[in-house]
């Protein structure tokens, strides 16, 4: 799974191409379910969207 997880994120250079110039979010994809290390997803996106200003975005879900 984390294989695939890796894999995906590699389409962020699209993002960053279609998107450039303009506000970009990004949640903590792939930590949750599919076990991926944060540490690592956010030094590639990082790397990835080099130039931009992009901006985390995290969710809070209210308890009921």
């Known amino acids: 799974m984390k294989k695939l997880?890796?894999?995906v994120i590699l389409c962020?250079?699209?993002v960053k191409e279609k998107f450039t110039g303009k506000r970009i979010g990004y949640p903590a994809i792939g930590t949750g379910?599919?076990?991926g290390n944060w540490?690592?997803?956010s030094k590639?996106?990082?790397?990835e969207?080099?130039?931009e200003?992009?901006?985390f975005v995290e969710f809070f879900r209210e308890k009921t």
């Open 53 to 55: 200003a992009p901006t």
């Open 33 to 35: 379910l599919a076990g």
């Open 44 to 47: 590639i996106i990082e790397e």
């Open 12 to 14: 962020i250079p699209i």
């Open 5 to 7: 997880l890796y894999l």
């Open 39 to 41: 540490e690592v997803i």
């Open 49 to 51: 969207l080099d130039g």
